[in-house]
């Protein structure tokens, strides 16, 4: 397996042609939508293997569903596992969040915060760990309605992670969006989660509808209190592997590496005064 360190970019086909023949040095692994390659074949098949072949590769779907009242897709997961198995991906992340019920939602829907959604979530995603024979690794989600908050955001997502032993993708964007959007402090909430199961991180732009409503589009560039973020986060939990998204309003890839290059400054600044901390504690 192939495993991921680093800065990472989302691979998405209109890229092929900038990113191709030699993938930009500054990149160390792309993230894709297993659902939108594996049935592709022909030139874009062809070309996603080439990329496979020069740099690992994680993966982010999008319609596991995994809160959903329905039943989980079985099929869609044996063949997500196929295609991880095949390409020696270690990683499937998914949201902590449903896009189904009684058919497809097109939308990220946010699950209750109750004890008895912990442990509802928490079986079906044991039930989808033991068929791709890997830990689950489940994004926090922006939202913008809660349904119910028995428990805080932060208490439903440790709480989950514990149950049902699954890791976490830290998407830093949306920490700062939810807290603006739920009046949160962002950094107690960084603070608090668990450092053993974050495996990486996503980091974006929004857009500002509103002084005090921030939506979550992946088409701009992070502003400088996401990096902030960012940082903390760092400083809190260590360095973990960081991808930057950007879904749409895509700009030249001169452009992206110029956000890649920084998440990759951040990553080295962290890394030595870990080390300098250990050099110090050694005396």
């Not at 691979?11 to 023949?21: A, H, S, T, W």
């Not at 402090?185 to 603070?191: C, E």
């Not at 199961?197 to 701009?220: M, P, R, S």
């Not at 360095?239 to 890839?253: A, C, G, M, S, Y």
């Amino acid at each position: 397996m192939k495993q991921i360190s680093g800065a990472g970019l989302g691979l998405r086909r209109e890229m092929l042609e900038q990113l191709l023949p030699e993938l930009p040095a500054q990149v160390d692994f792309f993230e894709v939508a297993p659902e939108n390659w594996i049935p592709i074949g022909g030139r874009f098949k062809r070309e996603f293997e080439r990329c496979a072949r020069q740099r690992p590769i994680s993966t982010h779907g999008l319609s596991l569903s995994i809160g959903s009242p329905d039943p989980i897709d079985f099929k869609l997961v044996k063949s997500i596992k196929r295609f991880l198995d095949t390409h020696e991906i270690p990683i499937y992340s998914e949201h902590l969040s449903y896009c189904s019920l009684d058919g497809h939602l097109y939308d990220l829907m946010p699950i209750p915060f109750t004890v008895e959604a912990v442990r509802y979530v928490s079986q079906r995603i044991r039930q989808v760990q033991e068929v791709l024979e890997r830990p689950l690794v489940l994004e926090n989600v922006s939202y913008y309605l809660a349904t119910d908050t028995q428990l805080s955001e932060i208490e439903f997502i440790n709480a989950v992670m514990d149950e049902a032993q699954c890791q976490m993708l830290l998407d830093v964007n949306n920490v700062y969006v939810n807290s603006i959007n739920h009046h949160y402090d962002p950094y107690q909430f960084i603070k608090a989660l668990p450092t053993d199961k974050i495996v990486y991180g996503h980091i974006a732009g929004h857009f500002d509808e509103a002084e005090d409503l921030k939506v979550d589009t992946h088409g701009a560039d992070v502003i400088e209190p996401v990096w902030d973020l960012l940082d903390f986060a760092y400083k809190t939990h260590g360095v973990f592997p960081t991808l930057l998204e950007r879904d749409f309003n895509i700009p030249p890839l001169a452009k992206l590496l110029i956000e890649i290059d920084r998440i990759k400054s951040l990553q080295s600044i962290h890394r030595a005064k870990t080390s300098a901390g250990k050099e110090v504690g050694a005396i």
